[in-house]
């Protein structure tokens, strides 16, 4: 088995191999795959939605979106799968980010749902927003403010950058939730609270 931090080039050549294998067929499964575990891989994925080899940023948007297909996270780990091997990586927040936001402009079904959100990634996934794609406000205690995040798919979230989040206050709406008045954001037919309406602050 290879050491921590000792997997060469030769190991991400073969992830990479095997990602093309599944890039013209869809999605790779990687939630049916669970390889032996062959070491920790010198990637990272930063806060900002960099990803980085060998601590130089990968310059190739193709490249970072063949490996984000193969990303798996387990518990609190996250691993590059195939059906043979597993390497873990660094995420030091979100593994990825999204950037561009549409509203559904057409009128949602049923009547009295809301129009849905979509949300684009830094990998240019397309995720509506919903039940089975809720998002998510964390506190953030150094600014006093909210962070916000997306649920893609497998446990793998997308940090929802600054610009959107702000969109998303536009557009927020006052709710009861648990007898409680909220402020938040709907989407189709859920609601996702950002905080109790009687504390809200303009985030920064």
């Known amino acids: ?11 991400l050549d073969s992830i990479t191999s095997a990602a093309q294998s599944f890039a013209s067929r869809g999605p790779a499964p990687v939630h049916l795959w669970n390889p032996p575990y062959c070491g920790e891989i010198d990637m990272r994925i930063a806060a900002d939605g960099t990803w980085f080899y060998q601590k130089t940023p990968i310059g190739r948007p193709a490249l970072v979106k063949l490996f984000a297909s193969v990303l798996k996270r387990e518990e609190d780990r996250y691993f590059l799968v195939t059906p043979v091997e597993k390497c873990g990586l660094v995420v030091e927040d979100a593994p990825f980010l999204a950037v561009e ?13 809301s129009p849905a959100l979509h949300f684009r990634t830094n990998v240019d996934d397309w995720v509506v927003c919903g039940n089975e794609h809720p998002l998510r406000f964390e506190s953030e205690p150094r600014t006093g403010g909210l962070k916000p995040y997306l649920h893609v798919r497998g446990g793998l979230w997308a940090k929802v950058t600054r610009a959107l989040f702000y969109d998303l206050v536009d557009i927020g709406e006052e ?3 648990e007898a409680r008045r909220m402020f938040g954001v709907a989407s189709g037919d859920a609601f996702f609270a950002m905080a109790p309406a009687e504390s809200l602050r303009e985030y920064g």
């Open 175 to 177: 709710r009861m939730v």
């Open 101 to 113: 936001m549409r509203r559904e402009e057409a009128a949602p079904e049923p009547p009295g749902c």
């Open 1 to 11: 088995m290879a050491k921590e931090g000792q997997i060469g080039v030769g190991g």
